[in-house]
């Protein structure tokens, strides 16, 4: 029998984290890491980071919406990142690093736009997460698939993607696979 997936497509900062995050939750799929939102085809991770394409670093999740909804994706989204900082995510900086919601249709549009409303009831600063339609996702190389789960002692994992996974673990315990 044959799943109705959908997909939801977010920027957050590092793929790394959010690829970590995402492929420990409960009716989550797939979790690939890629770009979109830029002006160039087939960006390498090297043009990406140059800051030049327009592209953000982004996940494409796909998973089973009769086990979790858009809406729940979204706010997990809004608490393993910093939505209020533009253009970065800890140390790392630049427009590859936006805050993003690329919708796939007008149902995830609106999805969006409340669920960032509702969010900004947690924060003091203003939400600068931009929500924007998917135009085209391009998968990151292979070396950057399943990061964490292929790379967990390197130092960037350690300091920046565990901490965000045992976040995800601790505040969405019922959520967790």
Same mark, same amino acid.
């Given at each position: ?58 996940? @494409? ?5 009769? $086990? ?5 994706? /979204?706010?997990? %989204? *809004? =608490?393993?990142? &910093? ?36 969010? @900004? ?5 203003? $939400? ?5 339609? /998917?135009?085209? %996702? *391009? =998968?990151?190389? &292979? ?35």
């Amino acid at each position: 029998m044959s799943k109705n997936y959908e997909k939801a497509t977010l920027g957050g900062g590092c793929f790394w984290c959010l690829e970590a995050v995402f492929e420990n939750v409960k009716g989550v799929e797939d979790v690939v890491s890629g770009y979109a939102g830029g002006h160039i085809n087939n960006p390498t991770y090297e043009a990406v980071c140059s800051g030049t394409t327009g592209h953000a670093e982004v996940v @494409q999740i796909t998973y089973d919406p009769t $086990i979790i909804s858009f809406k729940d994706i /979204l706010e997990i %989204f *809004w =608490k393993i990142h &910093d939505p209020t900082t533009l253009n970065r995510q800890g140390a790392d900086v630049g427009t590859q690093y936006r805050s993003v919601i690329f919708y796939h249709d007008e149902k995830q549009k609106e999805i969006a736009k409340e669920s960032k409303a509702e969010a @900004q009831k947690n924060f003091t600063s203003p $939400i600068v997460t931009e929500i924007s339609p /998917l135009q085209t %996702f *391009w =998968k990151a190389e &292979d070396y950057h698939q399943d990061y964490f789960k292929n790379n967990p002692n390197q130092g960037y994992c350690q300091v920046v993607v565990a901490p965000k996974v045992e976040k995800f673990q601790k505040t969405f315990k019922e959520l967790v696979k």
